[in-house]
C-alpha cells in the first residue's frame, strides 16, 4: 500500500551477520575454536563476539594477537572448517521477511553491507531464499571492510542515493561508525554481538531490541 508521508530514507542498508541473519553464537563459537587449533588461547565470548562485522582477517588478527602473523593463513582456514559445519543451523531471525517485503512495497532500495565474503554472502543469500531481494550488496572480501566508510560509498554511487537519503542498520559500534564516517544515519540493534553501552556516542536514530521493534520504528520513521 502507499504511504502518505514522504520518505525519509531511499536506500536502507544492512548489516547481515547479527541483523538479519541469527549467525553471533556460532561465528564466535568458530572464532574461538580456529583461535585454539592454532595454539593461541582462546578469547573470551565477549572479545570473539566484538569483532563480527569486520573482515576476517582482520577480525581474526584481532580476536587472537598471541596467534603470529605466519599462522593466519590457518587460522582463517580453521575458523572457516568450524563455521561451515554449522551454516545450515543458522536462520533469519524471526520477522526479517516481513520487515524487507514491507520495505520493497514502500519503494525502498535495500542494501547489505556486511564483514562476509562474497562466496559467503551468496551461499547464504541463497539457502534461504534471498537473492533477488537486494538491490546491491558490498562484502569484505571486495571492499574496504568496516568501519571504514567506503563500503557504503560504493553502494550510494552504485544505487545512486545520497548519503542524507540513506540508512544503515546494524548490530556492532563498527556499523554505526562506518554510517557515521559514510554521512549517514544508523539504526542500532541490541540482539546480535555487542553489547549497546557503546550505541550512543555514534548517535543512532534508534536502538531497536527485536525485529518487531525495529519494524515498527522503520514503519512509522524510514
Known amino acids: 500500500m502507499p504511504v502518505s508521508r514522504p520518505r525519509r530514507f531511499d536506500l536502507i542498508a544492512f548489516d547481515w551477520d547479527g541483523t538479519l541473519f541469527d549467525s553471533t553464537a556460532i561465528i564466535t563459537r568458530s572464532i574461538q575454536q580456529a583461535v585454539s587449533d592454532v595454539g593461541g588461547r582462546m578469547p573470551t565470548s565477549e572479545a570473539a563476539a566484538w569483532v563480527i562485522g569486520m573482515a576476517l582477517p582482520q577480525a581474526l588478527a584481532h580476536a587472537a594477537p598471541d596467534v603470529p602473523r605466519e599462522k593466519y593463513t590457518e587460522l582463517a582456514n580453521r575458523y572457516r572448517y568450524h563455521y561451515l559445519k554449522h551454516q545450515d543451523d543458522i536462520s533469519l531471525f524471526d520477522g526479517v521477511l516481513p520487515l524487507l517485503d514491507a520495505l520493497k512495497g514502500t519503494g525502498h ?114
Open 109 to 222: 532500495l535495500l542494501a547489505v553491507a556486511t564483514g562476509k565474503s562474497r562466496r559467503g554472502l551468496d551461499h547464504v543469500l541463497q539457502a534461504v531464499q534471498l537473492r533477488g531481494m537486494f538491490d546491491a550488496s558490498r562484502t569484505a572480501d571486495e571492499t574496504a571492510g568496516k568501519p571504514h566508510p567506503l563500503m557504503l560509498h560504493e553502494l550510494m554511487a552504485e544505487l545512486g542515493v545520497a548519503p542524507e537519503r540513506t540508512l544503515m542498520i546494524g548490530d556492532t559500534t563498527h556499523d554505526l561508525e562506518m554510517a557515521r564516517a559514510a554521512g549517514c544515519a544508523s539504526v542500532g540493534v541490541a540482539y546480535g554481538a555487542h553489547s549497546t553501552e557503546g550505541f550512543a556516542a555514534l548517535q543512532p536514530l534508534f536502538v531497536a531490541a527485536s525485529v518487531a521493534e525495529l519494524h515498527g520504528w522503520m514503519a512509522g520513521n524510514a
